[in-house]
Protein backbone atom coordinates (compact mmCIF):
# COMPACT_ATOMS: atom_id res chain seq x y z
CA UNK A 1 0.00 0.00 0.00
CA UNK A 2 1.52 3.29 -1.42
CA UNK A 3 2.04 5.48 1.70
CA UNK A 4 3.19 9.35 2.14
CA UNK A 5 4.32 9.93 5.83
CA UNK A 6 5.31 13.80 6.84
CA UNK A 7 7.13 14.74 9.51
CA UNK A 8 8.95 17.64 10.68
CA UNK A 9 6.13 20.16 12.00
CA UNK A 10 6.17 21.23 15.45
CA UNK A 11 6.12 24.84 17.32
CA UNK A 12 7.83 27.49 15.92
CA UNK A 13 8.87 31.51 16.68
CA UNK A 14 8.30 33.91 13.95
CA UNK A 15 11.54 34.35 12.40
CA UNK A 16 12.59 30.35 12.59
CA UNK A 17 12.98 27.38 10.49
CA UNK A 18 11.49 24.08 10.21
CA UNK A 19 12.34 21.73 7.80
CA UNK A 20 9.43 19.21 6.61
CA UNK A 21 10.01 15.90 5.06
CA UNK A 22 7.72 13.45 3.29
CA UNK A 23 8.79 9.83 2.76
CA UNK A 24 7.63 7.66 0.80
CA UNK A 25 6.99 3.56 0.98
CA UNK A 26 5.34 1.36 -2.00
CA UNK A 27 6.47 3.95 -4.57
CA UNK A 28 9.15 5.88 -5.70
CA UNK A 29 8.97 9.33 -5.34
CA UNK A 30 11.32 10.25 -8.17
CA UNK A 31 8.82 8.73 -10.82
CA UNK A 32 6.59 11.62 -9.44
CA UNK A 33 5.49 15.48 -9.23
CA UNK A 34 5.41 16.18 -5.66
CA UNK A 35 4.18 19.21 -4.29
CA UNK A 36 3.47 20.63 -0.58
CA UNK A 37 -0.17 21.90 0.15
CA UNK A 38 -1.38 23.28 3.70
CA UNK A 39 -4.59 24.02 5.29
CA UNK A 40 -4.49 26.78 7.56
CA UNK A 41 -7.69 26.73 9.98
CA UNK A 42 -11.37 27.60 8.62
CA UNK A 43 -9.19 28.43 5.10
CA UNK A 44 -9.18 26.39 2.01
CA UNK A 45 -6.38 23.98 1.09
CA UNK A 46 -3.38 26.20 -0.89
CA UNK A 47 -0.39 24.96 -3.32
CA UNK A 48 2.93 25.88 -1.37
CA UNK A 49 5.89 24.45 -3.59
CA UNK A 50 6.19 21.68 -6.02
CA UNK A 51 8.80 19.65 -8.27
CA UNK A 52 8.46 18.11 -11.13
CA UNK A 53 9.26 14.64 -12.01
CA UNK A 54 11.53 14.93 -15.42
CA UNK A 55 13.60 17.74 -14.49
CA UNK A 56 12.96 19.14 -10.64
CA UNK A 57 11.65 22.39 -12.16
CA UNK A 58 10.53 24.00 -8.71
CA UNK A 59 7.65 26.54 -8.22
CA UNK A 60 6.18 28.53 -5.39
CA UNK A 61 3.57 30.28 -4.58
CA UNK A 62 4.35 34.22 -4.24
CA UNK A 63 3.82 34.57 -0.42
CA UNK A 64 7.25 31.72 0.55
CA UNK A 65 9.03 32.63 -2.66
CA UNK A 66 12.81 32.99 -1.18
CA UNK A 67 11.95 31.47 2.06
CA UNK A 68 10.91 27.91 1.39
CA UNK A 69 12.82 25.46 -0.92
CA UNK A 70 11.59 22.10 -1.95
CA UNK A 71 14.45 19.07 -2.81
CA UNK A 72 14.62 15.71 -3.32
CA UNK A 73 16.87 12.58 -1.73
CA UNK A 74 16.17 10.04 -4.38
CA UNK A 75 18.42 7.86 -2.13
CA UNK A 76 16.06 8.17 0.43
CA UNK A 77 12.81 8.49 -1.56
CA UNK A 78 12.06 11.63 0.25
CA UNK A 79 11.00 14.76 -0.43
CA UNK A 80 11.87 17.91 1.90
CA UNK A 81 10.52 22.00 2.43
CA UNK A 82 13.17 23.90 4.36
CA UNK A 83 10.85 26.65 5.77
CA UNK A 84 12.68 29.37 7.20
CA UNK A 85 11.72 33.46 8.34
CA UNK A 86 8.77 31.83 9.19
CA UNK A 87 5.48 33.98 9.64
CA UNK A 88 2.21 33.74 11.89
CA UNK A 89 0.72 33.08 8.56
CA UNK A 90 2.46 30.27 7.41
CA UNK A 91 0.76 28.07 10.34
CA UNK A 92 -1.06 25.16 8.81
CA UNK A 93 -1.67 21.55 8.47
CA UNK A 94 1.16 21.11 6.12
CA UNK A 95 0.71 17.77 2.98
CA UNK A 96 3.00 15.80 0.84
CA UNK A 97 1.21 15.52 -2.23
CA UNK A 98 2.49 12.96 -5.20
CA UNK A 99 1.15 12.92 -8.63
CA UNK A 100 2.02 10.87 -11.87
CA UNK A 101 -0.29 11.90 -15.00
CA UNK A 102 -0.13 11.26 -18.81
CA UNK A 103 -1.55 9.50 -21.59
CA UNK A 104 -1.31 5.61 -21.90
CA UNK A 105 -3.26 6.40 -25.54
CA UNK A 106 -3.45 9.01 -28.37
CA UNK A 107 -6.94 9.55 -27.33
CA UNK A 108 -8.28 12.06 -24.81
CA UNK A 109 -9.69 9.75 -23.13
CA UNK A 110 -6.62 7.96 -22.22
CA UNK A 111 -5.61 10.78 -20.13
CA UNK A 112 -5.22 9.68 -16.77
CA UNK A 113 -3.74 10.98 -13.28
CA UNK A 114 -2.76 9.40 -9.93
CA UNK A 115 -2.89 11.56 -6.73
CA UNK A 116 -1.40 10.28 -3.35
CA UNK A 117 -1.35 12.12 -0.21
CA UNK A 118 -0.20 11.91 3.16
CA UNK A 119 -1.87 12.60 6.69
CA UNK A 120 0.01 16.06 7.39
CA UNK A 121 2.05 17.19 9.68
CA UNK A 122 0.89 21.00 11.83
CA UNK A 123 3.33 23.34 11.89
CA UNK A 124 2.60 26.70 14.58
CA UNK A 125 4.29 29.67 14.20
CA UNK A 126 3.91 31.37 17.28
CA UNK A 127 5.52 33.62 19.77
Known amino acids: QVQLVESGGGLVQPGGSLTLSCKAS????????VAWFRQAPGKEREGVAC????????YYRDSVKGRFTISRDNDKNTVFLQMNSLKPEDTAVYYCNAAIKGYSGPAPRDYYRTDYWGKGTLVTVSS
Open 51 to 58: ISRNDDST
Open 26 to 33: EVTLDSYG
